[in-house]
């Protein structure tokens, strides 16, 4: 009976061919041990007392002085590695074939597997990974069952050593799954170029975002521009049919003056009055923010830079504003509320100069036209008030109206030659009619324009700067629409149209002390809810144009006085009613402002 094992196994280096040969050697020794009974015996007896040895040191006990001291594990597996390079290129101990696993030709997968099962090593459990007094690694079960089974020799440099010398090493570095990190690798390298993508898809978005807002920008320039080449056209067509109209005709009347151009169109939400200052080159508008408890605020427009914007806040009690005017040096703003209050504003430094309160809502306001120091407020009771800026506690004269309605128009009046300096005369407009009123004076009650009390409704009044010439717009009484009277027949179907009423526009001219002319009327479609707002303004040759809206062609109608022949339309592509109407002398040609819900249009004599 052979006392050892049948096959010697006599390992300096293992391939993985010696390596499967060790497992069948292992289930042949299985086989023979039973047949060597006595020799098995002792080293069974050896091999529990080594067995009991490492239980004991595992559960942290002492051990006997036969035992060696226990070493500390490696700190790394590199340095693990470093020390099986050393020993495998150190003489005898170890071998230099490059196909074996221990020496210095190891790779990092073979570090990671155990040399005798080929099994990846555990952090835990029965195959974490230990070493031998040499520095060779293994799975602790593997390690246990060869030496016990080998006369306890290292399978790979054939040195010595018994069960107690196994010591366990900790460290989860040391299970690598080399798939796993290539995975990571790959996944890293692709979230790198992701980034890289992003970040250039970044930058092209914000280039698109600044060339869309660049054809933007032009694309309204150029609506702009059409629209106004569009509207030239169509003037240049009306004067040119006028003009024939007049030669075909053989007219007497000479020929009309020259139309308003189109020059700028502005984007202005919630406008609800302007007027113009050409001397500073700004216009002020009265605007409503959007929402149920829309604020009130000034906006100031300059006429250079229709981009330059700048809005004033007004206090919370203003409410709604019923008219505004620039102060004839352009440095203050006049503003009456709603609100029962009357005031003035810097241009400058946007603050509030003055702030009057009233016994009433102010309906209107005006400046004085020869000194500048006086303002007038018209209230929704009629009454009338007059204020000096220098005195700033209140009002310093207050008359009252003929009737208790409100006062919806106000216009100061140049001088009368007639009648004793100091005196202050203003013309007011209210459903009665007009007014015409004088402060400073012997005569206290407001005088009313007989001609004006019997052509219906009066809803508004315009005038011209260096004239006393006036044109007042009218619509029927409801009990008496039918019975107008007006010197020239309607040229337009008189059906009313949604809110459209057949009224009248009639030119009166101040000849006197209480004296007016009437010079010329003609039918007109009029709103019969609204109360809208007209200008006179001044065409080449100084002729005299009447503007208002007609609400049958829902555009503007420019009519040369005093016949109120018209001689263009200013019609809008987008109908909205408007809501207010200033002229002013800018550049030595006629600027006429027409304000809506949310548009500006500037119309000029001449192209700017």
Excluded at 514 to 526: D, E, F, T
């Amino acid at each position: 009976m052979a006392t050892g094992f049948p096959h010697s196994i006599n390992i300096h280096y293992i391939d993985q061919a010696e390596i499967n040969e060790t497992h069948f050697n292992i289930l042949i020794d299985e086989e023979t041990e039973d047949n060597d009974e006595d020799q098995s015996e002792t080293e069974d007896d050896d091999d529990e007392d080594e067995e009991e040895e490492v239980q004991e040191e595992d559960r942290g006990g002492g051990s006997s002085g036969s035992l060696h001291p226990v070493e500390p594990p490696p700190p790394c597996q590199d340095a693990v590695e470093k020390q099986a390079c050393e020993r495998g290129g150190s003489g005898g101990e170890a071998s230099t074939s490059q196909d074996g696993i221990a020496g210095g030709g190891q790779c990092r997968s073979e570090l990671d597997a155990c040399p005798i099962c080929m099994d990846t090593f555990h952090s835990v459990g029965d195959h974490q990974i230990c070493c031998l007094p040499c520095g060779h690694l293994y799975g602790l079960s593997c390690i246990m069952r060869w030496i016990k089974k080998h006369k306890r020799k290292c399978p790979q440099c054939n040195k010595k050593c018994m069960l107690k010398d196994v010591r366990k090493i900790y460290g989860q570095a040391f299970v690598v799954d080399q798939e796993l990190v290539k995975k990571a690798q790959s996944l890293e390298a692709k979230c790198t170029n992701l980034e890289k993508k992003d970040r250039d898809w970044k930058g092209k978005e914000i280039e698109w975002k600044k060339r869309e807002a660049d054809l933007k920008s032009q694309l309204l320039y150029l609506k702009g521009r059409t629209r106004s080449l569009e509207l030239m056209s169509r003037d240049t067509k009306i004067v040119q049919s006028t003009a024939a109209h007049y030669l075909d005709q053989e007219s007497s009347v000479h020929m009309p003056p020259s139309c308003y151009f189109l020059q700028q169109e502005m984007q202005i939400t919630g406008g609800r009055y302007l007027d113009l200052d050409a001397s500073n080159e700004i216009i002020v508008i009265a605007r409503r923010l959007s929402g149920m408890a829309g604020r009130h605020v000034l906006t100031k427009v300059s006429m250079v830079d229709p981009n330059a914007k700048e809005d004033i806040e007004l206090l919370a009690n203003t409410k709604a504003i019923k008219d505004l005017h620039l102060s004839p040096d352009g440095k203050l703003v006049l503003l009456a509320s709603l609100g029962k209050k009357l005031s003035v504003i810097s241009t400058d430094s946007n603050n509030i100069v003055l702030n009057y309160d009233l016994p009433a809502a102010a309906w209107s306001c005006s400046w004085d036209v020869c000194a500048s120091q006086y303002i007038y407020a018209g209230l929704q009771n009629g009454a009338m008030l007059m204020f000096d800026v220098r005195q700033t506690s209140s009002f310093v004269e207050s008359l009252n109206g003929l009737t208790c309605n409100p006062i919806h128009t106000l216009r100061s009046l140049l001088p009368d030659r007639s009648v004793a300096s100091g005196v202050r005369s203003l013309l007011s407009a209210s459903s009665t009619g007009i007014c015409e009123w004088n402060f400073d004076s012997s005569e206290k009650c407001p005088f009313l324009v007989p001609e004006s009390q019997n052509q219906g409704v009066c809803i508004s009044v315009a005038g011209f700067p260096s004239s006393n010439d006036v044109v007042a717009s009218f619509r029927p009484k409801i009990e008496a629409s039918s019975e107008i009277a007006i010197s020239q027949p309607l040229l337009t179907p008189s059906s009313t149209v949604m809110s459209q009423v057949q009224g009248s526009h009639v030119l009166f001219r101040k000849v006197g002390t209480r004296s007016y002319q009437k010079l010329g009327s003609r039918l007109a479609n009029v709103n019969s809810v609204r109360l809208p707002r007209s200008a006179i303004v001044q065409g080449q040759n100084n002729h005299m144009l009447f503007v208002s809206e007609d609400e049958a062609s829902h555009g503007l109608a420019l009519q040369e006085l005093p016949f109120f022949e018209v001689v263009q339309c200013l019609a809008s592509s987008e109908y909205q009613p408007v809501h207010d109407l200033k002229y002013a002398r800018y550049q030595n040609c006629g600027l006429l402002g027409c304000l809506s819900d949310d548009k500006l249009q500037l119309y000029s004599t001449r192209q700017l």
